[in-house]
Nanobody
């Protein structure tokens, strides 16, 4: 299973970005996807996740109401729509795949077996 993130960039506070995570090597509905981020000098933290069947989603408290996760299994792609961005959202964003869990998803790095290379998101004026 390979994961490739895209859509990062530089955006002003209050702006929006949409990240994409394209997966290959597994059927589109056979894994949960999590989005994680890591700021300089900080640990990697869970941002949002979506179950393999897209029924279950979770969000970190810090992004609830601003970020929306979705998936298109026909395209093997998961999206993270990020609105009302703040400077504290800055970091490298990673997507990861959990091929074991069904019907739910975890915001824990240890639950995920496959990771992408990451895409940089910088929120700055």
């Amino acid at each position: 299973l390979q994961l490739v993130e895209s859509g990062g960039g530089l955006v002003q506070p209050g702006g929006s970005l949409r990240l994409s995570c394209a997966a290959s090597g597994f059927a589109g509905d056979s894994f949960a996807i999590g989005w994680f981020r890591q700021a300089p000098g900080k640990e990697r933290e869970g941002v949002s996740c979506i179950s393999s069947d897209a029924i279950g989603t979770n969000y970190a408290d810090s992004v609830k109401g601003r970020f929306t996760i979705s998936r298109d299994n026909a395209k093997n792609t998961v999206y993270l729509q990020m609105n009302s961005l703040k400077s504290e959202d800055t970091g490298v964003y990673y997507c990861a795949a959990d091929v074991i869990t069904r019907g739910y998803c975890w915001l824990l790095t240890t639950a995920y077996e496959y990771w992408g290379q990451g895409t940089q998101v910088t929120v700055s004026a």
